[in-house]
């Protein structure tokens, strides 16, 4: 009896120490995915750093390509370009607004592969070569739509505001019949805000041209379907609007500008994710794995 209980109580131990090594087993995971996790993110903040720096070193050469439009559109009114630092401080904190923004862009490859390597080892082989071009088209995507708030939609919007300016007038009985003077409306922009207001525009373009990205990487995903999508659009067309006022300045050109761009990027998607439904179709036609719904019904 005595050893009965003994047995039975040496089995339980052995139970417990079983299951105890089975935990153990199933949490060691977990333990190398953070420590995979906190690699990535250093090598990825790393990688910021050293871009921040590097930008931080040539903030002047960079801050002359972003005046380009600004002065592009004085010179059109034979107007110096010349901005103002308001505060003491303002030159110092242009440059750092300048070193994160160039940091980011020039480290986001970087930042993109680590995210890459970190997500990999869980996918499958054929689930790899259907995000990594995904991940290519992301940065090309931003590059796009940064590319056509520089070219296009920034001329346009500052050409538009400076032409609230007004020259002074000195009323005179020769040349006018008013008297009185008439006050001069004259551009004396901050150095700062006219860095904050530009970097605002490319982002918001920028990270607007990545719904196709996304929205393709979804349906890729099953989580979204063109029909789904086409649905949607009385909605999406007020989400649009939304950040299209948030994004972009009170000024109506580029409102509708952006609102345009977006929507049209939206209208790219749902083809995009129905092309990859008619694709999936195929493939499961093919092995004999698809049910239409009228056979199912």
Known sequence: MRCDAATGKTTELAGNTEQDDALEDSSAPLIEHLAELRTRIIWSMLAFIVAMVLCYTVWKPVYNVLTQPICEALAARDQSCQLQIIKLQEGFFTAINISFFGGFVLAFPIIGYQMWRF????????????????LVASPVMFTIGASFAYFVILPMAYDFFLSFQQAPVVATSEEVTTTGNVAGIAFQ???????????????????????????????????????????????????????????????????VVLFTVVYGLYEVSIQLVRRIEKRREAELRAQG??????EEA
């Open 189 to 255: 922009g901050s150095m700062q805000e006219y860095l904050s207001l530009t970097i605002k525009f490319l982002l918001a373009f920028g990270l607007s041209f990545q719904l196709p990205v996304l929205l393709t990487l979804m349906g890729k995903a099953g989580l979204v379907s063109a029909e789904g999508l086409g649905a949607m659009r009385k909605y999406a067309v007020v989400a649009i609007l939304v950040l299209a006022a948030v994004a972009t300045p009170p000024d109506v050109i580029s409102q």
């Open 119 to 134: 997500v990999a080892p869980g996918l499958y082989r054929s689930e790899k070569q259907a995000f990594l071009p995904f």
């Open 289 to 294: 794995l698809w049910v239409d719904d009228e």
